[in-house]
């Protein structure tokens, strides 16, 4: 009686929630194929909230007895298909495969699975609610979603019908479904499957781990290549290709054992929900007022911000340029596939960009692993000195940081498959890196012959440090970065690790920055006219200056990308949705510090201290910065009127 109440139930559920007219509809397209299966898949969509308030009983069964659960929805269907006569081909019930999609789970502990709470319970087949980040992932291969046998002996009864079939259960290997040892049960004959009624479907496997596991190794540097402890996911049919290497996800699955892998509980996923970073609805109050007081000038906002950012790492006032540029990549590395263009690198290197390996998960399936580049997803990528990679990293990297993306080639026999494969994943990061010119081993390589302004790179080649939008001196020992400063901070650290030593620490937390950075990240911004004219007129006056009969133009094809992109970056850090002038001085003042660095000064020469003059102290300091920058944007104005388009220099074709 129980069970008739379930069946009941489910009826009502499938009627009231429309899963009945959608499995009429899956029908319909069953019968109108006119052809014979092993068996028939269908997907019911299960809100368990509104199941358990119709019925209590099913619901429980559902949440912590899906298999059970699913043979009432299949005595159910089975009798809609009959009673209405839906699949003329369906002889048995056995030949309906019933997968329960469920649109959550109960928020509760008890539902959700914790990575580090091992042993897990794999041997109850319920569901379970987990939540990580794809690290890698197979090919798609297929699988046996379920077969027909028949008994050998043509006597017996069972050796015609659809009385014998195989399919596939959660955690269930290939040859648990499909192999020559099965009986049967009526004379003990050996069994035959009926290959022409096999149903094949697509499986992919991903391992996730938890995002904790992720941020501890944040900013962790290492050349060598290293991996994490993952769960497996098994996907399969309509959900493999959901999932991205890099993206977190939410995951309703049942853990399983499969003593094949080495990795011996695994998930049997059941559905998957992307996860879209959070964010803030704001900014903190301190920062809200400080933006208030600065609304006069377009330039003292993030000169305040780059003064007191890493407060806790450098003393403030320290480094202002470095950390100027590095807020400005932060605010403009945006996890978007329509904004891979504008990232803004600042010599950055991963040791691990891809790894190709044949792993356990049967032939045919390539496991991809993801380095730090596609970990970095919407962020950061720093791994390191650049010089100590490699030529053949180094070209790696720069083919990456080119096209914005990593393809990996797969030989076929080399993975049990007669087709080569190659599959391509998008570059979503902003690169970061450095090359220490201090070392020992490199001082006595260094040219001496460079021009006023230019710094030797010849450590690594020119094409790579091309593809870097800013190539940035920062000298520990220069006027603009005291070392004495430093030293002082180092040694109180050393003291006090988790002291805050400066009010701007107090008043500008960490998770204020953090805040900060995410609102001005999501900001849509779009170049105002004037804006506009003068990032372009730079460009053209800049890249006139800078050709020669010779070797032509020393300005790349992607100079006016980054200079469009530092742009938009200045505005964003401002919180402003208009890139204005202003913001075009502060991106021109800091390629062209990159550019003389790369290649030399030029008529249009720029100091090196040039976006911050003077060290800010107090507001009489950002006032006569704010006048010196007025004077900058009057030189670049009257630079682009001498050399820019229209001018007598310009050639016609210019």
């Known amino acids: 009686m129980s069970n008739l109440k379930m069946k009941e139930a489910a009826l009502i559920y499938l009627d009231r929630s429309g899963g009945l007219q959608k499995f009429i509809n899956d029908c319909k397209y069953y019968n109108d194929s006119k052809q014979s299966y092993a068996v028939y898949r269908f997907n019911i969509l ?30 159910v269907c089975f009798i ?61 291969t297929k699988y046996t979603q379920g077969a027909r046998f028949l008994c050998s002996d043509e006597a017996c009864p069972l050796s015609k019908g659809f009385q014998y079939i195989r399919v596939h259960a959660p955690g269930a290997t290939e040859s648990a479904t499909v192999r020559n040892d099965f009986l049967c049960n009526l004379c003990s004959s050996s069994l035959q499957e009926d290959r022409k009624f096999r149903v094949l479907g697509d499986k992919q496997i991903v391992e996730i781990i938890t995002a904790k596991a992720l941020h501890a190794f944040q900013g962790y540097s290492n050349t ?6 993952s769960l497996t996911i098994f996907l399969r049919d309509e959900l493999v290709n959901k999932m991205s290497i890099g993206n977190e996800y939410k995951i ?23 996860c879209n970073p959070k964010v803030p609805s704001g900014i903190s109050d301190n920062f809200r007022c400080l933006l208030s007081l600065t609304s006069s000038s377009c330039w003292k906002f993030t000169a305040i911000l780059a003064n007191i950012f890493a407060s806790h790492i450098v003393p403030p006032g320290t480094y202002n340029f470095l950390k100027l540029c590095l807020l400005m990549s932060l605010v403009q590395t945006r996890d978007s596939n329509k904004e891979l263009e504008d990232c803004l690198d600042i010599l950055i290197i991963t040791s691990d960009t891809l790894l190709v390996d044949r792993n356990n998960y049967g032939t045919g399936a390539v496991s991809i692993q993801a380095g730090s580049a596609l970990l970095a997803k919407g962020g950061i990528c720093f791994i390191g000195d650049l010089a100590s990679y490699k030529k053949d990293k180094l070209e790696q990297l720069q083919s990456v940081m080119e096209s914005r993306s990593i393809t990996v080639y797969i030989p076929g026999k080399k993975f049990g498959d007669d087709t080569n494969q190659q599959t391509t994943f998008p570059i979503q990061c902003s690169f970061w890196s450095f090359i220490d010119m201090d070392s020992s081993s490199r001082k006595n390589m260094q040219k001496t012959n460079t021009l006023i302004g230019q710094m030797d790179c010849s450590l690594i080649p020119a094409n790579l440090v091309e593809v870097f939008g800013l190539l940035i001196n920062c000298n520990e020992s220069s006027p603009c970065h005291p070392f004495l400063p430093t030293v002082q901070h180092t040694l109180k650290k050393a003291i006090d690790p988790e002291g ?11 998770e204020d920055f953090e805040k900060l950075l995410a609102f001005a990240k999501n900001l849509n911004v779009e170049f105002s006219l004037e804006a506009e004219r003068m990032v372009h007129g730079y460009y053209l006056a800049s890249r006139r200056i800078r050709t020669d009969s010779i070797c032509g133009s020393k300005l790349s094809a ?21 890139v204005l002038k202003e913001d075009v001085l502060i ?24 976006v911050f003059p003077f060290e800010l102290y107090n507001e009489e300091y950002l006032e006569q910065r704010d006048i010196y920058l007025s004077q900058c944007q009057q030189q670049l104005l009257q630079f682009i009127a001498t050399y820019g388009p229209g001018t007598a220099v310009f050639a016609s074709d210019e």
């Open 500 to 510: 805050l030593l400066y009010l701007a620490s107090k008043q500008f937390t960490t």
């Open 46 to 75: 299960i809100n368990p909230s509104d199941i358990v308030e119709l019925d209590a009983e099913l619901g429980n069964h559902i949440l912590h007895h899906p298999v059970k659960a699913a043979e009432v929805f299949q005595s």
């Open 224 to 229: 060598q290549p290293f991996r994490f402890q």
């Open 587 to 610: 991106a021109v003042l800091l390629f062209e510090t990159s550019l003389t660095l790369k290649y030399g000064a030029t008529v249009f020469c720029v100091a090196p201290n040039a």
């Open 252 to 274: 309703i699955g049942i853990p399983t054992c499969v003593k094949t892998l080495q990795t011996s509980v695994c998930i049997e996923a059941n559905s998957i929900t992307f």
């Open 80 to 140: 809609a298909v009959k009673t209405l006569s839906l699949i003329g081909q369906l002889q048995t019930e056995t030949q309906i495969n019933i997968m329960l999609k469920l649109t959550h789970l109960p928020s509760l502990p008890s539902y959700s699975l914790n990575f580090c709470e091992f042993q897990l319970d794999y041997t109850s087949q319920r569901f379970y609610m987990m939540q990580g980040i794809v690290i890698a992932m197979t090919t798609v």
């Open 558 to 578: 992607s100079a006016l990308k980054y200079l469009i992109s530092l742009s938009e970056a200045h505005a964003r850090l401002n919180l402003r949705n208009k």
